[in-house]
């Protein structure tokens, strides 16, 4: 059974940074695309990011240039390092297997405020 | 950017009639390699998004047969035959095809 499981979600300030994980398991993680999707409070989807097998990145332009995604294939994670983040950056943060999001994690909360 | 443009915004139905989301996409979905990379996921209220249909009709494991997807190059629906109490929740609809990925809006399913 797949499982994706985040972490690292919490308080930051603006400006401030923060890096999320998920843990990969029950499928050949270096095989799959890895996707960050955000869902702000009572809003809906909004994709942030997507790696590819050979590491290449992809961002939704309101985080280029602030957000950095990352994989460890001999750890099945994946992680996105939020840094500068602003107030409309609050939100659960969920990773989601494949660049067509199969799977997703429960997610982890990233709330930003001073 | 690709803009997905869904309808209704919401839905209420009558438990065991029939239910119909509509999808538009401001450009045609038809990636190069031949495929229509659109997805439907599922929200159900305190859960994480759930992919019900990929690649426009095909359905993922697990997915009630009631739930089926239709449509091609910018029109898209997602059909409930028969809505069940289970099925309250948004519903959203994605484009992989191209970069940036993209969601409709959502629609929300309610029972009357």
């Known amino acids: 059974e797949v499982q994706l499981l985040e972490s690292g979600g919490g308080l930051v300030q603006p400006g401030g940074s923060l890096r999320l994980s998920c843990a990969a398991s029950?499928?050949?993680?270096?095989?799959?695309?890895m996707s960050w999707v955000r869902q702000a409070p009572g809003k809906g989807l909004d994709w942030v990011s997507t790696?590819?097998?050979?590491?290449?990145?992809f961002y939704a332009d309101s985080v280029t240039g602030r957000f950095t995604i990352s994989r460890d294939d001999s750890k099945n994670t994946v992680s996105l390092l939020l840094s500068s983040v602003r107030a409309d950056d609050t939100a659960v943060y969920y990773c989601?297997?494949?660049?067509?999001?199969?799977?997703w994690g429960q997610g982890t909360t990233v709330t930003v405020s001073s | 950017d690709v803009v997905l443009t869904q309808s209704p915004l919401s839905l209420p139905v009558t438990l065991g009639q029939p239910a119909s989301i509509s999808c538009k996409s401001s450009?045609?979905?038809?990636?190069?390699?031949?495929?229509?990379?659109l997805n439907w996921f599922q929200q159900r209220p305190g859960q994480s998004p759930r992919r019900l249909i990929y690649?426009?009709?095909n359905r993922d494991s697990g997915v009630p047969d009631r739930f089926s997807g239709s449509g091609s190059a910018t029109d898209f629906t997602l059909k409930i035959t028969r809505v069940e109490a289970e099925d309250v929740g948004v519903y959203y609809c994605?484009?992989?095809?191209?970069?940036?990925?993209?969601f409709g809006q959502g629609t929300k399913v309610e029972i009357k």
């Open positions: 790696i590819s097998t050979a590491g290449n990145s």
């Open positions: 690649r426009v009709s």
């Open positions: 989601a297997m494949s660049t067509q999001a199969d799977v």
């Open positions: 029950g499928f050949t993680f270096s095989n799959f695309g």
């Open positions: 450009q045609s979905l038809v990636h190069s390699d031949g495929n229509t990379y």
């Open positions: 994605m484009q992989g095809t191209q970069w940036p990925r993209t």
